[in-house]
């Protein structure tokens, strides 16, 4: 990242960044309001990969349906705020929110109506017409500083509202307490800075510093909404006549208000909004060239939406002047396919995930689950960066110091959610003890064990390996032979009876003990030993008839509780879910393929679409799309540790992944149609396949991986 911030710089030095308009960018095919609408949480932010700024629109706040801050159903904006978590399932961030307006100083509404028509995103780049206002307003990024471009189209005053309380919330009671305490100094007439300490999903402090590009005359400041609120607002008026721009620089820092100074100062010290932008667009095309496809318009959409959607995330926290410092890791849904996509298509950050996530162990004794501005949230289950740094090391990224240490510690050390003295005293998490989730923490933990033994058998750590080995199969011990499906236990050794293997559990809301799921959609999570499962259920014939009525099962959803996380569902197959992700590849590996590549290809024909709700579930943090882009080049990680990937089937005529060093591995579909969702034979480099995977080295080695098709 340093090397990229100093060509950042140097770019503006020598106003040279520019992406030539006859070069064909994968850009052109994304489409960010794609997931903006009903279950996707996706939003249109002007963002640079990985950066800490998510610039963009918001149109909505204090609940469920707006932890991103933005529906594309809206017809009304409130302002543009700096920062955003991308398709997740909690709301948090959502800092420094700003509407440019004209008119009467106080408004009855500080927001605007706007015309779908008039409002315009791409990677890099976020631009919309504000009706009521008369008013342009553009976006685009750095890693660290976000600027805006206001047009204002009438001679009327010209102001800028700032709402320095604004943040993402689930209701409006914590919106009044989401400001802990905050500050704010007008330094001169073109300069604020200051901080703020907030709550919402994780507490946490940020800093900012805001420039002008001409100075405000006067500045106003407007009661509070509520007397619990600790930031205020500001109107801010400006002398500008019809057809004049307002540049408004924006620059965070999760360190200190000079920390905010040094990014601004680093990587935007001038005033080009162009210039910004082309550079913006220019890293957008490096990452979204690491793979070229073909396809029609439409496919390439798909696809390369997908793909940008990966690299949204995870965010660098850190400063210019610090070493780089990954955060926003949603890794209960990103360990399953994102994670070990970015070791194909961006390998040289991989360390830096990694040794981020050691440095979160420094900081609180245990390796990150959820992790959000360098903080831990405590959602979700396992510890599933353990899963991410054994498979880093196992494909080579060794630059990973003390990592069996933390996992280690992590996988021994009770935590909220992680309680190991029950676990290894029963072999399980009896219901009974562990209220909620005890069976979806068992099995998810088991995985997490089993990733664990194998980074001890590499190190030579052979009673380690034992002991990891031996919980990673404790989920035997919450299988039903009857029922044929896992099912909570007690402490006495009792299934729970009544079981409704139906209904879905949710903590927050419905307890039970499943995690956002049944029993029909988590029997499957045994990700690292799916032979043994398949023993379990009678053999690969039995298992395939089991796994059948996963599909066919009446498309309902029971429970008392939310329930919006399990959506997409084909039977009670739950795609808009992570657990679901690898179940359809669990076909080839009992030995019908054909019901593999059948279910792989109306999974991206049905819940992939080229459209705003064309997402069935949350892309949290791009494991959604993760799934579509190895799907699309017929293979999946269905043990994501260890780089083995089960194949399944193409869905575009030809991919190249380009690695680098001059190698590049290819995908191509002979017999290549519509119809044509069958697999004849597969050859990797002229050889057949027999297997049922490819492993990551014959990837990384480069080559040609052909599947001819058949109806």
Known sequence: MKNLLSAFSLSFCLSACSVHSNVESNTQYVDPFVGAAEFGHCIPNACFPFGLIQVGPQSGNCSWDYTGGYQYKDTVLYGFSQTRVNGTGCPDLGDLLMLPYTGDMEQK????????????????????????????????????????????????????????????????????????????????????????????????????????????????????RDIREQAPRYVLDFDLKKGEELLVKVALSSVSIEGAKRNLETELPGWDFNAVKQVAHKEWHKFLSRINVKGTTEQKRIFYTAMYRLFIQPNNIADTDQPTFYSTLSLWDTYRAAHPL??????????????????????????????????????????????????AYLKGFRDVEKAYSAIRTSLLTNLPKSNWDVYDQYGYLPFDIIKDESVSRTLESCYDDYCAAQLAKALGKEDDYRFFTKRAGYYKNLFDREAGLMRPKDSKGNWRTPFDKLVISHESTSGGDYTEGNAWQYTWHVQHEPDSLINMLGGEDAFITKLDSLFILKEVVHNEGFSSDVTGLIGQYAHGNEPSHHVAYLYRMAGKPSKTEELVNYICKTKYLDRVDGLCGNDDCGQMSAWYVFSAMGFYPVNPCGGEYILGAPQLPRITIELGNNKRFVVETVNYSLENIHVRKIELNGKELTGNSISHKDIMEGGILKFYMMK
Request: overall charge negative.
């Open 342 to 391: 970015y070791t194909i298509v961006s390998p040289e950050i991989v360390n830096d995930f990694v040794n981020s996530m050691l440095k979160q162990f420094d900081t609180q004794g245990f390796l990150p689950i959820w992790a959000l501005w360098g903080g831990e949230t405590y959602t979700m289950i396992g510890n599933h960066a353990v899963p991410v740094i054994v498979d």
């Open 109 to 224: 509404e500080y927001a605007s109506g706007y015309q779908k028509k008039n409002q315009f995103a791409e990677p890099g780049y976020y631009m919309v017409y504000l009706d009521d206002y008369e008013v342009n307003a553009e976006m685009t990024a750095s890693p660290h500083v976000a600027i805006h471009r206001y047009t204002f189209n009438t001679n009327d005053s010209a102001r800028l509202l700032i709402d320095f309380q604004n943040g993402m919330v689930g209701d409006e009671n914590t919106f009044h307490q989401y400001v802990l305490n905050a500050e704010q100094l007008f330094e001169s007439s073109t300069r604020i800075v200051g901080f703020a300490r907030t709550k919402s999903w994780i507490e946490r402090c940020y800093y900012y510093t805001i420039e002008f590009n001409r100075p405000y005359k006067q500045k106003h400041k407007l009661p509070l």
